[in-house]
């Protein structure tokens, strides 16, 4: 089992950028894919991106593709998801959950666990 932090959040401007960092404690982070979700008042939590073990094989959300980028460095057991041109409707408090099943490509909240705390990210206009 992995534990994640999230952590890096904060109020930005319509057009800045944060970049949000999950930490991870375990013996199994580098063989862990680990994805980013996000949620919204009212809504549903949703896929932003994930990345392989090997941090070679990327997915991305089509309403952050271009925007945002997901990586890891697993000699410091943290993934990170940097947010460049964010807007209004990027608010949300962002997990990263790892994933848990043997299922190839998911997108799909219920395929991962471990979910995090949250990290609360606010993009005003």
């Known amino acids: 089992q992995v534990q994640l932090v999230e952590s890096g959040g904060g109020l930005v401007q319509a057009g800045g950028s944060l970049r949000l960092s999950c930490a991870a404690s375990?013996?199994?982070?580098?063989?862990?894919?680990i994805g980013w979700f996000r949620q919204a008042p009212g809504n549903g939590r949703e896929f932003v991106a994930s990345i392989s073990q090997s941090g070679v094989l990327k997915d991305y959300a089509d309403s952050v593709k271009g925007r945002f980028t997901i990586s890891r460095d697993n000699a410091k057991n943290t993934v990170y998801l940097q947010m460049n041109s964010l807007k209004p409707e990027d608010t949300a408090v962002y997990y990263c959950a790892a994933k848990i099943t043997a299922t190839g490509f998911t997108t799909t909240a219920r395929d991962f666990g471990s979910w995090g705390q949250g990290t609360q990210v606010t993009v005003s206009s």
């Open positions: 375990g013996r199994t982070f580098s063989s862990t894919v």
